[in-house]
Structures are given as C-alpha cells and as structure tokens.
C-alpha cells in the first residue's frame, strides 16, 4: 500500500447504536439502517468513509465496547476477555442523513445454511439491536494532480464506489468499473455525467470474486491524461489491478491507492 494515507476522522467516538430498519435492497444485498442517540456524534466526510463495527457475539447480554479511540482501542479489546469481546468488521457509509446511518453488507450463506457474523447479523437484525461504530475516515485521498479518476471494485467495494462518485465534483471525469455477483445487485446513485459507471457480473458463475473486474480494466480503453486510481475489494483484484497499471499502463505509483478488504478463501477473525 505504498504512499498510502488515509484522511483522517473528525472527532472520532466510539459510539453506541442501534437498529431503527433492514431491507434486502438486491439478491445479495441488505440494508442496515442505524440510528440513535450516538449518531448525533457522528460527523459525516462523504466519500468512502468507513468504520469499525461492533457487533454482539451469540449469548451475550450486552455490548461491551471499548472506550480508547485511537490505535489503543485494539489494545484494549485485545484485554476483553475472548467470550466479552465484540466481532468487529470493517464497513463503508452507503448514506447519511440526520438521525440516521446506512450500510450495506453483502450476504453469503452456505449450502447448510451457515454465515459468518456480519451476514447473520443483517439477516436476522431486529430494529433496538445495538452495535458500536468507530470512525475511522475515508480511504479515498488523491495526493498526486490527476485529470481523471479510475474506480476498481468488487461488490464490496461498491458503497465506496457509490459514496466517491456522489462526493466527486460536477465536472469530474473517469471511469468505475464494478464487479458485482448478479445484475440485480446495481445499485442507482448519483455520479458526475463524466463519470462512467460499467458493471460486469459473475451471474453464478464459478471463479475468485474481482477476476471480471480485472479482466474488464484490462481490456478497458483507459483516457489519455494523468489518473488517480483507486481500487478496492478482494485482495488479488487491488492488487493486480495496481500491478497492472504501474507495470503496463505506466501509472505512477503515488497516483494508485489499493485496499484490500478481504481475502477469498480466509474469513475474518
């Protein structure tokens, strides 16, 4: 993640929240609504701003969340006992408006029916559940002068694709190429008229979420000027996908940020 550098939150708190509303927006796709006294802490950037969610464990009564807001908030999980601890995920603003905080989670299940913690917690939230959010920022930064912008995403790049294109001035151009498990997922949302926005779908098909996108920017007839890239989602599609425009796009690396945000084939811890 060279030149990496994230823009920092505004007066981070670690807040406590709760379920007002959930809704399965697509085929793979539901909504979580959260709302609450603590919202009213929140400071909204736009963009990818992303955070730190903290979600009960099966059999706890209540939330035990930690209290430190910077780094030292791992330290101090880490000293919670396994079975007080939270799961903590890592989730992206799909929308903001007072009194309430939308996020999206892309939800998977098994052939036997099982999940891992975020996905059973979208699926069967009840509106007064509490979770816990730490702001954490916004991963989108240009440092370097570009002409254009190019998004790279799988579907769970998609509220940061979604948040970037609503944040990017009117007169901004660029390319967003998402990757996303069926067609019904396209989400609408509001993008500069010199942005274009291509999807491309797996359609059940078997393969590594995020080689469709990557074969997509490698066949995509990129515009001719400097570029800010920024790519996100499974690990290999950031990486290759940066790999692929330093070694044959020539894009200078301080013009790419990368993030990976999952692994295929490891679950979270």
Known sequence: MSNYKIRKPVDPHVLMLEVTGTERISPNVV??????DGLDRFTPLGYDQWFRLFLARPGQDTLKLPTRTSGLWYAQYLATAKQKRPYVRC?????????ALDVDFVVHVDADGHSGPASSFALTAKPGEQVGLLDQGCGYNPRADHEWTLLVADETGLPAVAGVCESLPADAKGIAIVELPSLEDKQDFRAPAGVEIVWVSRDGADGVPGELALETLRKTELPAGDVYAYLVGESALATGARRYLVGERQVPK?????????RHGHAAM
Request: aromatic share 16%.
């Open 254 to 262: 301080q013009n790419i940020d990368f993030i990976g945000y999952w």
């Open 31 to 36: 909504r979580v609504t959260l709302g609450g």
């Open 91 to 99: 989730y992206t603003v799909r929308g903001h408006r007072p009194g």
